[in-house]
């Protein structure tokens, strides 16, 4: 028996997540998902999959520096002529999909073994799978993990009067997992994307959607603002009010975000008169 292996192109992965929440008491269920498009020519028929972040094509040699000679430039005309080898070479690039393999273990369809090397991570796929060579991207089932995750609400009513849920979760949970795009579900409703990447923080903030159920309105409190003129002075006095509704079953911790106006001039001044009890940046006016 001959077991060959080789190199092809015309094939590539990209993660991409699924970002599961049940509710703010619930851990945080993030599955990782991979997109797998080819074009060799080949069907792959039934077989076990090992993804890696490492490309093979680009080398993992350091470059060495060589000597930079500089002379005259002399110009010449080259000598060519015709030829051929005496025999036919075939060379492929890329790697061959063994067909009809067995799985390394049995599991349950879309669950993966992940680790992380010095150079690369890698997921090796427990179940097997047909990719055709049609150059459409075919969904692969990786891993599942279920993360800890502290849930607060914030929210910036000046730009956008909705409540945004977040998840902090530790930066350790998402050591293994590769840059890229999130679908976000919340208590059971597809709520749009995020965005998954590495940090160098401790804790990483996933945005998991917006909550209508928390209704929030900022207006101008015509009352207590005025506007005066004193010889070539204008005076202007600005009161805003922030009112939360939570129509929830449950309590919740919001964050609430606002701003005050930073002057540039010296001729412009801006005083903070009644913050309310919040925590006030006198350099960002937030």
Request: aromatic share 8%.
């Amino acid at each position: 028996p001959i077991e060959l292996n080789y190199l092809v192109n015309n094939t590539s992965w990209s993660p991409f997540y699924d970002i599961r929440v049940k509710d703010t008491k619930s851990k945080l269920q993030l599955v990782t998902k991979a997109y797998i498009t080819q074009q060799t020519g080949e069907d792959w028929k039934n077989v076990v999959l090992k993804l890696s972040t490492a490309n093979p094509t680009e080398g993992g040699n350091k470059p060495e520096l060589n000597p930079a000679y500089l002379n005259f430039y002399q110009p010449h005309t080259p000598n060519i002529r015709g030829g051929r080898a005496d025999g036919t070479a075939y060379y492929i690039d890329g790697v061959r999909a063994q067909e009809d393999a067995k799985p390394m273990m049995k599991a349950s369809a879309g669950v993966a073994t992940s680790q992380q090397t010095n150079t690369s991570i890698e997921f090796n796929v427990t179940s097997a799978y047909n990719i055709p060579s049609d150059n459409n991207s075919h969904q692969v089932d990786l891993t599942v993990t279920d993360l800890e995750a502290n849930y607060a609400y914030g929210t910036v009513p000046k730009l956008d009067k909705d409540a945004f849920v977040t998840a902090k979760v530790s930066s350790n949970d998402l050591v293994n997992q590769i840059s890229g795009e999130a679908n976000v579900y919340f208590d059971g409703t597809f709520t749009g994307k995020s965005y998954i990447s590495g940090t160098t923080q401790d804790s990483a903030l996933l945005t998991l959607g917006r909550d209508k159920r928390i209704q929030i309105v900022r207006t101008q409190l015509k009352d207590f603002s005025s506007r005066t003129f004193i010889g070539g002075t204008k005076k202007e006095l600005n009161t805003w009010e922030i009112t939360i509704r939570n129509t929830r079953k449950e309590p919740i911790t919001i964050v609430v975000e606002d701003q005050i106006p930073v002057s540039n001039d010296k001729e412009i001044e801006v005083k903070a008169l009644n913050t309310g009890g919040a925590n006030y940046d006198e350099v960002t006016g937030k």
